[in-house]
């Protein structure tokens, strides 16, 4: 579309990114910083989410400038993550005064990737401490790194049969108004490009030589409550657009939309389905046009997580 023209996601004003991962043990940790702060909303549409701190990004919650999110694996363990995160930020005068000390706002998802490399090898302190670092150099690369380290998809019938998704990363201008999407893809289903209706990565055939059908096996065993549980599919949008925190919760959901176009099954009980909305800008620009960008941009995001990771599995 000639309205739209790709950029470096290093482009999006207060906004870094890094990385950190342990490559033998199949985790790590990606890291947005907002040194000066953003606005962030949030939808959460999985039924399974491993998350901290997404209370603030409701609008009824106190409008306090969030410093930090973090895209990590290792489940509910891995929010040990933002532990390190948080020290990164103190120790750079980073975070909420409440008078007696800054306290860094961080907000956090995780992916469960304990199947695929080594489940007792988890995102800690020193993890989320070395992606903020990372974040310094602002060179962010998609794939199987940070966060996606251990992301994979098309696990219903277990890891097997699945294959191997990662980091993704896109961005684009329009005009003035600049849209950025940071997405983990570690669903339960098959992933699609929206434009082709092609599926590009999912479940494999007993033999591997092809794709399976997720949603067609997920019929098969519809009587049954033990669903392979290891997904999740996390994401973040970045704008510079000027928008209070209800609207960053509306732009979240209108972001779903891309999941919805590009993962299928999506949403289930045994994903835990996450994507923060941050600003970090003053660009006045209309809400409808920015959640319709946002999930445009999360869809080449997703696609992209797949396609930098290969076809490992």
Do not use: W
Request: net charge negative; glycine share 14%.
């Amino acid at each position: 579309m000639a309205l739209i023209k790709e950029i470096q996601i290093t482009e999006i004003e207060g906004l870094r990114i890094g990385n950190a991962q342990n490559k033998e043990a199949k985790t790590g940790v990606t890291v947005l910083l907002f040194e000066e702060g953003a606005r962030v909303g949030a939808d959460i549409s999985g039924g399974g989410p491993a998350s901290r701190e997404t209370p603030l990004t409701s609008p009824v919650t106190a409008d306090n400038p969030i410093n930090a999110i973090v895209l990590s694996g290792g489940s509910a363990y891995g929010l040990a993550a933002g532990d390190g995160v948080m020290r990164y930020l103190e120790e750079h005068g980073i975070g909420f005064d409440t008078g007696f000390a800054k306290v860094p706002l961080v907000c956090q998802s995780c992916i469960y990737d304990l199947g695929f490399g080594r489940a007792d090898i988890r995102p800690d302190a020193d993890m989320g401490y070395a992606a903020c670092a990372d974040a310094q150099r602002n060179c962010p690369t998609g794939g199987s790194v940070g966060g996606g380290t251990g992301a994979t998809v098309g696990k219903l019938c277990g890891m097997e049969r699945s294959m191997k998704a990662g980091l993704g990363i896109y961005a684009v201008a329009l005009g003035s108004l600049r849209m950025a999407a940071i997405v983990v893809v570690n669903a339960l289903g098959d992933i699609f490009d929206p434009k082709t209706g092609q599926k590009i990565a999912g479940l494999r055939t007993e033999d591997g030589g092809g794709f399976a059908d997720t949603c067609e096996e997920l019929y098969k065993i519809s009587r049954r409550k033990d669903l392979f549980t290891g997904n999740t599919t996390i994401g973040a949008i970045v704008t510079n657009g000027r928008f209070s925190k209800a609207e960053l919760n509306k732009i979240a959901s209108m972001t779903r939309c891309a999941y919805a176009r590009c993962i299928r099954p999506v949403g289930t009980m045994a994903d835990g389905d996450s994507i923060y909305a941050a600003s970090t800008g003053e660009t006045e620009a209309d809400i409808n046009v920015a959640g319709t960008l946002a999930a445009d941009v999360m869809a080449e995001a997703i696609q992209r997580a797949v396609r930098a990771a290969g076809r490992e599995g």
